[in-house]
């Protein structure tokens, strides 16, 4: 097993169980954090490191929906592998509803424990890096001059630059010498390139048709 | 659980859930142990630990099915009364 910087919390109000689980889960070379109640999770959580929940469902006061509950209201979109001691069809559609990863049953065998954390902790992984490369292009966006950023929306909008140009007042050539300049900061080699950063970015082309003609600038 | 007070259905119900913690805990110990086992350096404190869990947790699945017989038999001598009355003669 590999050495993972990954953290499992796991949140059981019965001790004992949350102390197995903790063996189990640290024996397969994950950082461990055991809470024995949905507030001390929330009280002690720390949203940055990378990992997932192992959350049981049947909790007093605040139950495992419950706090699924306070952790997408809050923002926090770490993945959620739930345990209930009986198969609870009602709860595991509103569970996986509001977003959580699985729904084992107890008492909960090895491997299918440790698939569904894989599958939570990759889930968590990908969200992650989506979110960084969101972040990077955002600020690679936020040094575009208002020009240029005008630019860009007509181009990932499928505007040829004498389209550009005509529509800017202004000539071609300007309108080259922009463009090369978006590609620059925003590390674009390629029109394709441009239209995904735009896309991740969540910035709209003028007419909304990105794709359309992006293959004749 | 008293004996004065009627088996419901919600008590059955919550020490079958109950079981199932002790049961959780024990297989999730014993696989954990078997993950020790292979590991080069032996933590005999650990496996120590893990066995104390095992036996405590084993002894508290036993109180909880004793406590589910009764439950059961309390429910068995509700249902019997209630036929017994509802009887035509």
Known sequence: MSLQSETVFIVDDDPEVCRAMGRLVRGAGYDVREFNSAHDFLVAHEPDPPGCVLLDLTMPDLDGLELQRCMVASGCHRPIVFLTANHDVQNTVRAMKAGAVNFLTKPVDRDELMAALAEALAVDAAERAEWEARNTVAGRLATLTPRERQV??????????????????????????????????????????????????????ERGSASASAGSA | MSNSRPASDTDLSALLHELNQPLTAILSNAQAAQRFLSDTMLDRAELHDILEDIIADDKRAAAIIKRLTEALKEAQRLIGEAMEEGMPR
Do not use: F, P
């Not at chain 1, 300049?181 to 709209?204: F, N």
């Open chain 1, 152 to 205: 860009l929306e007509k181009v990932v909008a499928g505007r040829l630059n004498k389209q550009i140009a005509a529509e800017l007042g202004t000539v071609e050539k300007t309108i080259k010498v922009h463009r090369a300049r978006v590609m620059q900061k925003l590390h674009a080699t390629s029109l394709i390139q441009l239209v995904e950063i735009a896309q991740l970015a969540g910035l709209k082309g």
